[in-house]
């Protein structure tokens, strides 16, 4: 039995992939990837719906190296797709040579993004990845080179596809057609493709080249204010978001909170100076129910132990000048 493995983000095209080749009599295994920006919860469903075994596997740190300094640079935000399907491929490729699994595919469309999915955007995704002579796009193949897989008979291209172009028609009769009746709407998923979190990751590599996942998880939650070249402030906006700064905070970096008067938890991260702590004691103190005290207390948690100080709550016009 011919055996591939599928690249399933949980979307559309790339269950349709699956499906596509499921319906030749191939044996289809999926895998989904986990980072930062992106994770497996969608996959998981389609994969339950078109019934195929999944793989699920955590990339985010190779990932965020990749994200810093992309070969092929970025679209219109901070998403780098050709890097980014490519390094999904040379992962996903690493597994098929070692499993035995014949060819990798996904669910591309030629021409359905300007910038990512034209021809030689594919080619170069194929080459970079390291397995050009195997991978197979079904839903647009009949409009690609004839592959290695597809001489050989291992998949019938009579039976590949030759959609193209950004309307979705096609893949909705297919849907209905196949049976597909709860999917994901097109677009969105990865946090990469989005301007808000985009400015916010573009302003931490800048100044924190070296940042880690667990800094990159710090930009989904709360306020984010930029207290120096070499600092920054997140903060709590409610509950949830306190949780997740207290369960986020690690060795280095400073937690905040004021003791006198319910307020939010900060979190200072980078390498900030005496002046930057005390700049986000006033930025927090702003945000807590002391923000028209003259002056309020606050506690400094850190691995050297624990300090107060007394700051001047900052007038809110100001802190929203150190928004990121």
């Avoid at 910038?115 to 390291?130: D, I, K, P, T, Y």
């Avoid at 080249?209 to 906006?237: A, T, Y």
């Amino acid at each position: 039995m011919v055996k591939a493995l599928g690249l399933l983000s949980g979307g559309l095209d790339s269950s349709l992939a699956a499906v596509c080749l499921k319906k030749q009599g191939i044996h289809v295994t999926c895998i989904a990837f986990v980072t930062p920006f992106f994770g497996s919860a969608k996959a998981e469903h389609m994969a339950q719906m078109i019934d195929v075994p999944l793989m699920i596997k955590d990339i985010s740190d190779v990932h965020l190296n990749m994200v810093k300094a992309p070969r092929y640079g970025y679209g219109k935000n901070m998403n780098p797709c050709i890097d980014c399907h490519a390094m999904m491929f040379r992962l996903a490729g690493n597994i098929m040579n070692d499993q035995g699994f014949e060819f990798l595919f996904s669910g591309e469309v030629l021409g359905q993004r300007p910038m990512s999915q034209n021809a030689n955007a594919l080619r170069s995704v194929a080459n970079f990845s390291g397995h050009p002579e195997r991978i197979l796009r079904p839903l647009s193949a009949k409009l690609l080179p004839v592959t290695k897989m597809e001489e050989q008979g291992l998949v019938d291209r009579d039976l590949l596809l030759d959609i193209q172009g950004r309307s979705r028609k096609r893949q909705e009769a297919l849907a209905k057609e196949w049976g597909l009746v709860d999917y994901p709407s097109s677009g969105g998923g990865c946090l990469l493709t989005e301007k808000h979190f985009s400015d916010r990751l573009r302003d931490l590599i800048v100044h924190e080249p070296d940042c880690s996942v667990n800094d990159v998880e710090l930009l989904k939650i709360g306020r984010q204010f930029r207290l120096s070249d070499h600092s920054k402030l997140v903060l709590g906006r409610h509950q949830e978001d306190n949780e997740g700064i207290e369960a986020r905070h690690s060795a280095g970096q400073t937690l905040l909170r004021t003791p006198g008067v319910p307020g939010p938890l900060g979190l200072v991260s980078g390498v900030p100076s005496t002046e930057d702590i005390e700049l986000a004691g006033a930025i927090l103190a702003s945000y807590g129910k002391g923000k028209d005290q003259q002056t309020v207390k606050v506690l400094a948690l850190n691995s050297d132990g624990e300090k107060t100080f007394v700051v001047k709550p900052m007038p809110r016009c100001e802190t929203m000048k150190k928004i990121v």
